[in-house]
């Protein structure tokens, strides 16, 4: 396979319509998807090899989003071309995020996370993935910020390992992407540093059906679509401890009062909504049954 030739998407797409087009990408066969975190903010689709790339006209039902440019690679470019557009970056007051090429550390006071960008959903580079760990350093300094915690469809595995870092204990961290098996176990080795030899979560490739995931749960991380939250918040009400704390986010904040009616449908009450460009994440409490 060493001459096998990847493609890469360079899209426009405006922010309203990110969580529909990444799930279409998604079930056609895109490896990875990631957004700049600066301007312009351009999105980046990534197909394997083997992949049949989706039909470009396809790209009309999502209104706003424009093909830039599409460009083919060999594996040899493959790490080259998956480090453009992804710097360091500074989240809520105690982190700063960088990638594993950038070899600077972050700022006095700041605990400094390293990611492997492109591998799996979440390093940190996403509005969502930001705000939830936002309300993590919220939960923390309110003494709240305990276990065991449940991080639903984790990819990377960076929220668990946030939590575990602001104070949390007896994270699991599961999804049900094979890749993020190892992606979850590669970032727990680039945060030798922070760790110290500390196992910071446990994680499998499974569902929520899984008896991994069997509660009661004090704490449920859910950073995934609103539409995969809906489908499993009865699941996620019988994991969670009475007056558990769940963080939902991947939700577009033009969606807030349909996701808050979700929330509240199944025995969570709304705490707090938190709000950056188009995406919000809640904190929500499970109320007694």
Partial sequence: ???ATHLRWKLEVPDLQEEALCAWLETRGSSAFYREADPP????????????????????AFPGVAL???ETFGDQDWLAKSREGFGAFEVGRRFHVRP??????????RMDLVVNPGL??????????RLCMELLEELAETGRLKGPILDI????????LAAFLLGGRQLTAFDIDPDCGPAM????ELNAHLLKGAKPYDSFVGTLDHPRADGPHLGLLANILLVTIQELLPRMAEVAAPGG?????????????????SLMSHGFKPEKVLTEGEWIAILAVREPA
């Fill in 1 to 3: 396979m060493a001459n």
């Fill in 41 to 60: 903010r351009a999105c980046y689709a990534y197909f394997p090899p083997d992949q049949v790339p989706p039909d470009v006209l396809g790209l009309g």
């Fill in 68 to 70: 830039l440019e599409a």
């Fill in 100 to 109: 594993l090429w950038d070899e600077v550390p972050g700022p006095a006071g």
């Fill in 120 to 129: 799996a959903f979440g390093t940190g580079g996403h509005e969502t993935t």
């Fill in 153 to 160: 469809g984790a990819g990377t595995g960076i929220l668990s």
């Fill in 185 to 188: 176990e590669e970032l727990i």
């Fill in 245 to 261: 704390w769940l963080i939902a986010s991947g939700i577009l904040a033009e969606r807030t009062d349909e996701a808050l009616v």
